[in-house]
């Protein structure tokens, strides 16, 4: 990546610096980012940064670890073998948490903000350094996430089959929702084994639950046409910009790959959701999306991502494999 694509990913009046999330890194269970090949990355776009680039960061207070507890079994066992505890700690704690399911059961999980707004969703996230020295101007903010924790039981009869993968998220999804993080979300089964966390309320400027309709439900209007993937999903995502009047702009993708494999998608007043879904199961790639929202400048991020699996060794301990 170059020095001005670096530059753009930090606002210099915000506390959260995202260039961690375009070097690759070796983390514990619970991040979206485990060490995902170079090659990965070194061929990722970044668009529309500047002040936008907020919309992807999952830290946000210096003073709160952006680093989760490992996923964990009782007795420091493997993750998600008999009773499990998941923490996160993080903006988007439930992103964060429906990573550990994502791996262990070796599935898609998309992710999708809903559009926080208000105070009781957002906080400050100005540096103080630069408020110092512009007092009248306008700071940043970030969704208010902070640690979230939940504790479910896999059942021993159904493995790791799909049906077992949705039991849990709409375990962990129900604890997330009754706990006091922002936004509430629904689990969407997409079918082959895929599922989509979605936001589906925010909190209005009284601070009452507000129902919203998720933007990549919109349905577009795309020519049905032989093209590469990366450039599908840019009309897909520009189509859903102009029909939404919402700016939602591809952030990180892997460039290369997608740019090899050709794809016929298209069709009249069909979501979005689903031109997506037809593109990257016509790609064979395995790849989910997280969809990330940014108060600020109004607009939307679209990221991708290689699905993980995770193994273990005969002690029990954790590592973790890109899935091909």
Request: glycine letters at 6%.
């Amino acid at each position: 990546m170059n020095s001005a694509s670096e530059r753009h990913l930090r606002d210099p009046r915000a506390l959260t610096c995202l260039t961690q999330l375009v070097k690759p890194s070796i983390i514990e269970v619970g991040e979206e980012r485990k060490g995902i090949p170079d090659a990965l990355l070194n061929n990722c776009s970044c668009h529309d940064a500047l002040d936008y680039t907020r919309a992807c960061a999952s830290s946000r207070r210096s003073s709160t670890s952006s680093t989760p507890e490992q996923v964990h079994g009782e007795g420091g066992g493997p993750a998600l073998a008999d009773s499990t505890t998941v923490t996160a700690n993080d903006a988007r704690p439930l992103a964060q948490a429906v990573t550990a399911p994502s791996e262990e059961f070796g599935c898609a999980i998309d992710f999708e903000d809903p559009p926080y707004y208000s105070k009781y969703d957002l906080v400050d996230d100005t540096a103080p350094q630069w408020r110092a020295a512009h007092p009248n101007a306008k700071g940043v903010t970030v969704i208010s996430g902070d640690t979230f924790q939940t504790q479910f039981l896999r059942t021993s009869d159904t493995g790791t089959s799909p049906a077992e993968a949705e039991r849990v998220l709409d375990n962990v999804v129900s604890d997330y929702n009754a706990s006091a993080n922002p936004g509430r979300f629904t689990v969407r089964n997409e079918g082959d084994g895929r599922f989509a966390i979605v936001g589906t309320y925010v909190k209005d400027k009284n601070g009452q639950d507000q129902t919203i309709s998720p933007i990549l439900d919109t349905p577009i209007s795309i020519q049905v046409e032989t093209r590469d993937a990366n450039t599908t999903i840019e009309i897909i995502l520009n189509a859903l910009t102009v029909k939404s009047q919402t700016k939602v702009a591809p952030f990180m993708v892997p460039l290369n790959a997608l740019a090899q494999s050709q794809v016929t998608v298209g069709g009249q007043n069909i979501p979005a959701r689903v031109l997506l879904l037809q593109t990257l199961s016509a790609t064979k790639m395995k790849l989910y999306w997280r969809l990330y929202y940014d108060n600020d400048v109004k607009m939307y991020g679209f990221r991708l991502l290689p699905l993980m699996k995770a193994n273990y060794d005969v002690s029990g301990n954790r590592t973790t494999v890109l899935l091909r």
